[in-house]
């Protein structure tokens, strides 16, 4: 048997080690900021941007380039993420962006490529977005593609697929496209990609007994119009978009800090008629610029940044590491997290039009779009830090949090009531979640602050509350919307209905451990593959483990105050498996864009979340929270 003292001794020296490697990756500001990994489509979609611009230079060209060629797998295909399987609409875009810079179509990678495409449906069975990009550069006709009226803007707000009722990164991006559709602009292609064709198209649903098929039929009725608009109401609806891109563009240059919005308003506003020198766009290609790494030979793009998301992360772990509130790291953190309250009004305030300002964004600038996440972590993070001036700005982010809970008693990520299912019908909606429903993790993390801040008895914790257990799975484990996947919802939830005040002891934890106990791998790690959100029967808590996985895990059986094998054995394996140098490797992706089609490596993961595991499991559960928040225990209720 195991000698727990030895253990712990062996987890106090990791904790050690990690938190080391954590605080040496401070920058000067305070900050905390991984890198973003995705897939090629960031960088091929930035070739294809650059070149309708006609600011495409060679060593941007052959840099990209290389990089892509690194992600090609030996079946010829790119995936959506690491060790995922190949994706027709990215292996398309990459496979065209090779071709721009010259790779000959007869090499024998770019052979696997094309053969690939034709045997899984060609060029024509990808995705809309693909096929506009296709279109931008003359290899797909317009006309082939689903309308998208700019005369939407006029749509009012009870009005089904208004603008707002489509998440903000899809509402961002469709608003701005309306206008690419509506021009139809066209770059003469230098070559051709007939190779990627098969000459048949995949069959629409036409039936009127389905919302697809009754949107294909809309859609016939709207390229009719689009042949002969309104002359005045076209002309007013296209201001009015432009009007409507240029005010959200952020003080970066990008807009909502996320690439789909950011480089359709800039191709927006280029077939506005906007030079290449005018400000908002100078701006947008400069805030482009410094979400790029070059290195090694190779150039890649960042698709979002997270400086505010992994600065709280950063010091929730620090704290659990035993970081004292006063200390120097903490609180150079903390005050620059306070200097990025939101203190405007955004899109949110659509829905909400009483709530007070407040709240935290993910990125640099995003004063648009707080989100519920965000701010919860950081409260949570100001918390753990001495930063006297901050109260204020966390009792507005607590007012607003209050204030941007849905009907039903969820929380979304960035809207309230932003739950139409009908915006997935229509065609042009097939690139990824384009509705932001309540979800457990946010959920989760909303209650946990909420309780920590005293709203344990409140009403709207316990709708919270309500809200998580009825929308906990069969098995007992809890969706994951933001990270990967069930495991990542099961870790969220379960400290927050412990810190709610839920005992361990409830059907309801006792059924999540349970669960995270049957997922454990045989090395002691816990792993999910993002096939989860595609096929949960299969992947559901499966995959090869990783460290920021199996250390949510161990949050999870903390808080909950299970100190067994499984436990031990998941110690054991961030143990074993710790670099020499405090972190872990990690090359698979766990956070999640669109579930089922945009996923995210977040380069701090690997470290921050160990460090929060170990941390707890050293410490015990919510030591630095005790500490900051005056809690001296938690009393469980069933």
């Not at 690194?70 to 995936?79: N, S, V």
């Not at 990125?363 to 519920?372: G, L």
């Not at 209050?402 to 065609?427: I, V």
Request: with cysteine.
């Amino acid at each position: 048997m195991a000698d727990p003292t030895d253990a712990r001794l062996r987890a106090s020296t990791a904790l050690s080690r990690a938190s080391a490697h954590l605080l040496d990756l401070q920058n000067s500001d305070g900050v905390w900021k991984g890198e973003l990994e995705t897939n090629v489509t960031i960088e091929a979609e930035d070739l294809l941007l650059r070149e309708f611009l006609g600011i495409l230079q060679r060593e941007e060209l052959h840099a990209t380039a290389e990089w892509i060629r690194q992600k090609q797998r030996d079946d010829g295909t790119w995936a959506n993420f690491y060790a995922g399987p190949g994706d027709l609409s990215t292996t398309v875009e990459a496979y065209v962006a090779l071709r721009m810079a010259g790779d000959p179509v007869d090499a024998a990678h770019m052979r696997r490529a094309a053969k690939w495409v034709v045997e899984h449906g060609g060029l024509e069975a990808t995705r809309v977005f693909t096929r506009m990009w296709m279109a931008l550069h003359s290899w797909w006709d317009w006309n082939d593609l689903p309308a998208i009226p700019p005369e939407v803007i006029f749509l009012p707000q009870w009005f089904p697929l208004n603008i707002y009722d489509f998440a903000c990164w899809a509402r961002q991006t469709i608003v701005a496209l309306s206008i690419v559709r509506s021009n139809r602009p066209a770059k003469p292609a230098p070559f051709s990609i007939d190779e990627l064709r098969t000459g048949q198209a995949p069959k629409a649903d036409v039936s009127l007994r389905t919302w697809q098929g009754r949107f294909t039929w809309i859609d016939r009725i709207l390229k009719v119009y689009e042949r002969r608009p309104i002359g005045f109401l076209r002309a007013s609806a296209l201001q009015r978009v432009e009007n409507w891109v240029v005010q959200r563009q952020e003080a970066d240059g990008s807009w909502g800090g996320i690439q789909p919005p950011w480089v359709y308003s800039i191709i927006a506003l280029h077939v506005r008629g906007y030079p290449m020198n005018h400000p908002v766009i100078t701006r947008g290609l400069e805030g482009l610029e410094s979400f790029t790494i070059w290195e090694r030979g190779t150039r890649r793009l960042e698709a979002c940044q997270s400086p505010v998301w992994d600065t709280a992360l950063a010091m929730v772990a620090l704290a659990d590491a035993g970081m004292h509130p006063d200390d120097p790291a903490l609180r150079h953190a903390g005050t620059w997290l306070e200097s990025k309250e939101v203190t405007s009004r955004g899109d949110w305030a659509v829905r909400r039009p009483d709530t007070p300002t407040g709240g935290w964004a993910f990125e640099y600038e995003n004063e648009n779009y707080p989100d519920v996440d965000d701010t919860a972590e950081v409260i949570m993070a100001l918390r753990r830090a001495n930063v006297p001036s901050a109260g204020p700005a966390i009792s507005r982010g607590v007012a607003w949090t209050l204030g941007m809970q849905c009907e039903d008693g969820g929380w979304a990520a960035f809207d309230a009531e932003n739950t139409r299912e009908l915006c997935r019908a229509p065609a042009f909606c097939d690139f990824g979640e384009v509705i932001d429903p309540p979800s457990a993790d946010v959920t989760a993390h909303a209650v946990e602050m909420l309780a920590l801040e005293g709203e344990a008895d409140s009403e709207e914790v316990r709708r919270g509350i309500e809200w998580l257990r009825n929308t906990q799975e069969a098995d007992g484990s809890w969706f994951g919307r933001w990270g990967g996947n069930f495991i990542y919802g099961t870790a969220a939830v379960v400290p927050a209905l412990v810190a709610a005040g839920i005992s361990s002891d409830s059907s309801t934890i006792r059924r999540a451990v349970a669960w995270l106990a049957s997922r454990q791998n045989v090395d002691g790690g816990w792993g999910e593959d993002l096939r989860s959100y595609d096929q949960p029967g299969r992947w559901s808590g499966h995959g090869a483990s990783t460290a920021s996985q199996t250390a949510w895990a161990l949050v999870a059986l903390v808080a909950a105050g299970r100190n067994g094998p499984a436990m031990e054995r998941g110690v054991k394996y961030l143990i074993d498996t710790q670099r020499d140098d405090g972190t872990w490797d990690e090359p698979w992706f766990t956070g999640t864009g669109f579930p089922q089609g945009f996923y995210v490596n977040y380069h701090l993961y690997r470290l921050v979340f160990p460090v929060m595991a170990l941390g707890r499991y050293v410490h015990g559960w919510h030591g630095a929270a005790r500490l900051n928040y005056g809690l001296d225990g938690i009393n469980g209720t069933s």
